[in-house]
């Protein structure tokens, strides 16, 4: 593999002109050191499983990447349902786009690389713990098999920060197919710069959905497959009961992909209100608010594109979201509970459960896997009785697939993680690190949730992953955990 100081770095966004970007080099920083490298990650761009002298000064921005041209993004968007005008890479740098061998580019971003002018006055940079969250969340989304950014490091720095109290600093890595937001059209829409409008959008169908371009109505088909996108991504995260806590249109992207991790959390006992961000104190971002979220930010990505598409066409388009969700929300239901006929009684049968869930608060990672071992690995009694007659009526409908159960728990296993990364695991290896500068447990983590769908016993040993203490439920006090933006 070739070493970093070759990565082929063929940048597209600067040619888009200083309308859309400031030119700026990452800060300088006193003593980079590494938190967790995440070969996997590195592999999407050439680099090797390991890191190798000179990766701490290169990718916390001391020393430049030959190649690169850093640049902090023009954007804006609405936030928590209020349009914000000014935004902007704050404290984000797009250093350039990489082509790997395989002829795919991915953007090579720093997060918390010091202030850009859209940083607003504020200081540019991220918080140690921040950025590790944004690791483990990325990685482990991925390891689900839901398209996500990725992050390639954590790199601590020495630098005290302050938020609510004094912090650890760090720079963030991020490896990304795109970071074209709802928001970037909605800065050029909402300045009156209808021209950019058009240039960013055919910017943004000829290098991340190029088989449209020759479409005669091109910018209402880059609408549709967006929104296809991004239908089929929010209907992943409900299958796994991922919330991403603040669903703003400016940690949106063009490609589907989950962006921008912050105040995020898994399901633990079932609640459809759970809400991981704690200002979200009308629970806007909340886990049965996503996909209504998706739907209203696409609005407003359609009304920037009103000019280039038309409005009636646009408002066709979105139509569809509604029917299209549901159909692969259906389909994700079907998989985890290892069905494929997907009829009236599907329906129902999945309803009851979700009330079931939520007035049992029963662990929504569990249920599925429990289920998969019913009913011959595991009996009825394992389960609440109030459950038994929802059992029955559920092999009924296996019954109907004909395959065995093996077949079936097979199917599901694949499907439901047996991991997730439940909050506690996280603020147990932020306490290592935090306090005791140990960084094992995040590589741990990141490890366990490269494939969380099954035991790997080699692979746990070499990392001394206990498999009971990793797959508990989420104890009593941190069960639907909040945490805050600014953490
Ligand atoms: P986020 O919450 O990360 O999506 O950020 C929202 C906006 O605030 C973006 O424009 C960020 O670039 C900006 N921002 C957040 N934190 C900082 C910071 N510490 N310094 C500069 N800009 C920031
Ligand atoms: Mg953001």
Known sequence: MPPFQELNFKNRFIDLGPDFFQEKQPDPVTDPYLVDYSPSAGKLIGLPLEIETGFLEKFSGNQPLEGAQPLAMAYSGHQFGSYNPRLGDGRGLLLGEVLNKENKSWDVHLKGAGPTRFARGFDGRATLKSSIREHLGSEALNGLGIPSTRSLAVIGIKEIIYREKPELAAILVRVADCHIRFGSFEFFHYTNQPKNVERLTDFAIQNYHNDLWNEPDRYRIFFRRVLTLTARLISKWQAVGFVHGVMNTDNMTITGTTFDYGPYGFMDGFNVNYTPNSSDVHRRYSFQQQPEIGFWNLNKLAETLVPLAGSESLQEEIKQYQPLFNGFYREEMGRKLGLS????????????????????????????????????RTGKSQFPPDLHSWLDRYLKLCERESISHDERKKKMDEVN???????????????????????????????????????????????????????????????????????
């Open 417 to 487: 993680p047996k991991y997730i990364l439940r909050s506690h695991l996280i603020q147990h290896a932020l306490d290592r690190a935090i306090k005791d500068f140990d960084f094992s447990e995040i590589t741990r983590l990141r490890v366990l949730m490269e494939n969380p769908f099954e035991d790997r016993p080699d692979v746990f040993k070499k990392y001394d992953i206990n498999e009971e203490l990793y797959s508990q439920e989420t104890p009593q006090e941190f069960l639907g955990r909040q945490t805050s933006c600014s953490a």
């Open 341 to 376: 006929i997907l009829d009236a009684d599907f329906s129902q049968l999945t309803q009851e459960m979700f009330q079931f869930l939520f007035d049992h608060k029963l662990d929504y990672t569990h249920f599925f896997r429990l289920l998969a071992n019913f009913p011959e």
